[in-house]
């Protein structure tokens, strides 16, 4: 079956712009969650989705956003970037959420960079 | 809060060494236990998991162990190839944030 799909795999954006992440998650999977990757500060989670609610969210600035559709698919928005912001975007993938035993299933990522 | 610890890499081995890449974790609760890996430009895959204290989670040659007495997952593998070039990730699922907690991860340098 198809894997988790991340658009658009690179993105350079310039301070202040907006940004939206896509993530279409494994047919079936109803979680989806966010995590930002860079090399100071590691794997940090962002948000996780649920049937279209957010359950939970990290320590992020309100600039960070996300919305799930009925269809599972996820985005994450960005407003107003920061050099910071910089980073590479993963998208996860669940049955019933990553807190439970099932097995996360993450995408390729967005490589974002801000100029 | 829950936090996980790994090893400083990066490690760099000679094929068919033997690998250990120590994993300690702090946590309330019973989490369950993962290593993750992640090849260049790629996203994470998972490598194994255990659920319970005493599992012991294998994949591809590799093991570890949820030893819920020392806290520990380290990941082990007997003989090393080049192909495992990659850096690993240990996590624990957080019921409570409903989220993974990731060590800094560990890179592996594996030279023919």
């Known amino acids: 079956k198809a894997g988790v799909t991340q658009t658009p795999r690179y993105l350079i954006k310039t301070r202040g712009q907006q940004v939206t992440l896509s993530c279409s998650p494994i047919?079936?999977?109803?979680?989806v969650s966010w995590y930002q990757q860079t090399p100071g500060q590691g794997l940090q989670f962002l948000f996780e989705y649920f049937s279209e609610t957010q359950r939970n969210k990290g320590n992020f600035p309100g600039r960070f956003s996300g919305r799930q559709f009925s269809n599972s698919r996820s985005e994450m928005n960005v407003s107003t970037l920061e050099l910071g912001d910089s980073a590479l975007y993963l998208c996860a993938s669940s049955l019933e959420g990553q807190g439970s035993n099932t097995e996360a299933f993450f995408g390729q990522g967005t490589r974002l960079t801000v100029v | 809060g829950n936090s996980v610890t790994q090893m400083e890499g990066p490690v760099t081995l000679s094929e068919e060494a033997f690998l250990t890449i120590n994993c300690t974790y702090t946590a309330t609760g019973y989490p369950s236990l993962f290593w993750y890996v992640q090849y260049p430009g790629e996203g994470l895959q998972l490598l194994l998991k255990a659920t319970k204290a005493d599992d012991k989670g294998s994949n591809k040659g590799f093991e570890a162990t949820y030893r819920k007495e020392t806290t520990s997952f380290h990941l082990e593998k007997g003989s090393v190839q080049v192909s495992d070039s990659a850096v690993y990730f240990c996590?624990?699922?957080?019921?409570?944030?409903?989220?993974?907690?990731f060590g800094s991860g560990t890179r592996l340098q594996v030279q023919p």
């Open positions: 047919s079936g999977h109803r979680s």
């Open positions: 996590a624990l699922s957080d019921t409570g944030r409903r989220a993974l907690t």
